[in-house]
């Protein structure tokens, strides 16, 4: 019988502990990348609600947003919302490192939803649907939402897994 404190604990805490790590860093790189680097993503975002580099079809244009107010604007609030869910993760990481499942898979859940809400309905619905991203040769981020999305969304399974230290007896 292995004595050791990761047996004893379980080996789930841990894969949910680090799997929300990698999480956090990720969001929080994003996050410092664009307020330090804001000039490169803020032109992604522009083209993207312009729909400048899109087919361009007249049934379609109506939903481009060409103020650059208006532009900016989102791009701040999805920095904020980058920023938040970074927090929240690193939050939730910090309480898994504690041994406190319950609060960790709390917090962790609502910083992993924050992100599966920014990419999934954010980036993949709203950026390469509504403003037909997914047209663009040249402003396309649909394959990296993706992979964002679907990593966050199998560390959120892994957290609510049910693990040894949830029984008393273990």
């Not at 004893?8 to 969001?27: D, E, W």
């Not at 939050?91 to 041994?99: D, E, F, I, M, N």
């Amino acid at each position: 019988m292995a004595t050791s404190s990761t047996s004893r604990r379980g080996a789930l805490p841990l894969a949910a502990a680090l799997l929300t790590a990698s999480v956090a860093l990720y969001m929080a790189l994003v996050a410092f990348g664009n307020i330090t680097d804001f000039g490169t993503n803020q032109q992604f975002v522009r083209h993207v609600l312009a729909m400048d580099t899109t087919f361009k079809d007249e049934d379609l244009m109506w939903r481009a947003i060409t103020s650059t107010g208006l532009q900016d604007t989102a791009y701040v609030l999805i920095i904020i919302w980058e920023t938040v869910a970074a927090l929240v993760l690193i939050y939730g990481t910090w309480l898994w490192a504690r041994r406190d499942q319950q609060q960790a898979r709390r917090m962790s859940t609502y910083g992993l939803l924050m992100v599966l809400l920014l990419f999934g309905a954010g980036f993949i619905a709203i950026g390469g649907e509504w403003f037909s991203m997914w047209q663009s040769k040249s402003w396309n981020g649909l394959d990296a939402a993706t992979r964002v999305f679907l990593f966050s969304g199998l560390v959120l399974i892994v957290n609510h897994l049910p693990s040894k230290q949830s029984d008393p007896a273990a």
